[in-house]
């Protein structure tokens, strides 16, 4: 393994996406330079989410055109580029994109790999024209790179049927951080009586792909008792209070908690039966909060979408259904009324997170990463 790699992100971290996370992460073992954009300019104005060990430096570029930005000249940049360290950098971004594939003309012999964390799905307009051509050049350039990492087994199989060598691609599925870990299996298992209310739970950023709406109105639908939690915030949150308001009332069982703190969020996993993830997007190609539910013992549910693997994260044995917007109710409703079932799906999901994404199987996988023979490359030797 390599003790230390560079990485190169287009968001400022640690930052509270999907992306920011599994950075931070890698750069807690790797250690490093953290090498970013900040496209959002937050660097500026936010204090630090996370104290951290390794270096962070951020690195100018374009204005944004559309979501594409280019790394600009700086020092930064040439130190990064010129560095014999491993380079790991994360798509899609096309700056990121541009920046790995100078660092590997520089150094032909370097290794510099890529972590693919979701297919994008391109909207109308010239934008999404973009998107197209953006996504169809680098699936082209990824086996040109050292390694190409990706988050689920749909994922790495979809990237060989597109032309990546199976030997290249490697499965590192996304983790929680050793405390969050640590507190979420310390979460006791729920006593469920029947006819409470199933109490659910949505955290994520607020925003059209996330589809809370699409939840909303399966629970519209229920004839069962509920309560449902939502943590986050977004530009779409008044419109989900607006829709929230008009379904069921002032009096509805639905209460917007907005940006929450680590603690209230694993006080409000620990009174939660179930959590959901309605994206309808393979932008949302893992989902991390899945595993935070898992953890705590708590089942999930998301769609099968083509080319995502959030689908795949949290399946379970006793509950096949077909992971559709369209069948949610039918399985809320299943759920609400069969306390028995969801006690079950509970263990289940406990016992899968501990057997496929626990810290220490992922620091395992980390290890087996970059192997002893791209040092070698790495020192030339």
Not at 71 to 97: E, K
Not at 112 to 130: D, I, K, T, Y
Request: net charge positive; hydrophobic share 45%; aromatic share 8%.
């Amino acid at each position: 393994m390599i003790d230390t790699a560079d990485q190169l992100l287009r968001e400022w971290p640690p930052g509270y996406g999907g992306v920011e996370r599994v950075v931070h992460e890698l750069a807690s073992i790797w250690g490093g330079t953290v090498y970013s954009f900040d496209v959002q300019a937050r660097s500026k104005h936010e204090h630090d989410a996370l104290p951290v060990g390794y270096g962070r430096r951020v690195l100018p570029c374009s204005f944004s055109m559309g979501r594409m930005v280019i790394p600009l000249p700086s020092r930064g940049l040439w130190s990064m580029v010129w560095s014999r360290r491993p380079l790991h950098g994360h798509l899609p971004s096309p700056g990121v994109l541009l920046a790995l594939l100078l660092a590997r003309v520089v150094h032909p012999r370097r290794w510099v790999s890529a972590h693919w964390h979701s297919f994008l799905e391109p909207g109308p307009g010239l934008e999404g024209r973009m998107f197209v051509v953006y996504q169809s050049l680098v699936l082209r350039l990824l086996p040109w790179f050292s390694a190409v990492v990706t988050t689920s087994p749909v994922l790495a199989q979809e990237l060989v049927r597109c032309g990546c060598r199976q030997q290249q691609v490697q499965v590192l599925p996304c983790c929680l951080s050793e405390e969050q870990e640590c507190q979420a299996l310390a979460i006791p298992a729920r006593r469920m009586q029947q006819g409470d209310p199933l109490r659910l739970i949505f955290i994520g950023r607020l925003d059209s792909y996330k589809r809370l709406d699409w939840l909303l109105r399966s629970l519209a639908a229920l004839k069962a008792p509920w309560q449902l939690a939502v943590l986050g915030d977004g530009p779409r949150r008044q419109a989900f209070e607006a829709l929230s308001l008009s379904l069921f009332g002032p009096q509805a069982p639905v209460r917007f908690y907005g940006r929450v703190d680590e603690a209230s969020k694993l006080a409000q996993l620990a009174l939660a039966d179930l959590l959901v993830l309605p994206s309808d997007r393979c932008n949302e190609a893992f989902g991390i909060v899945q595993l935070e539910a898992m953890a705590a013992g708590i089942p999930a549910l998301a769609f099968q979408r083509h080319r995502s693997g959030m689908g795949w994260v949290a399946q379970l044995p006793a509950l096949v259904w077909k992971q559709t917007p369209e069948a949610l109710p039918a399985v809320l409703e299943r759920l609400a009324s069969d306390r028995a079932l969801l006690s079950q799906l509970g263990t289940q999901s406990r016992e899968r997170y501990q057997q496929l994404f626990a810290r220490q199987i992922w620091m395992h996988r980390l290890h087996e990463l970059l192997p002893h023979s791209a040092e070698r490359k790495v020192s030339g030797r």
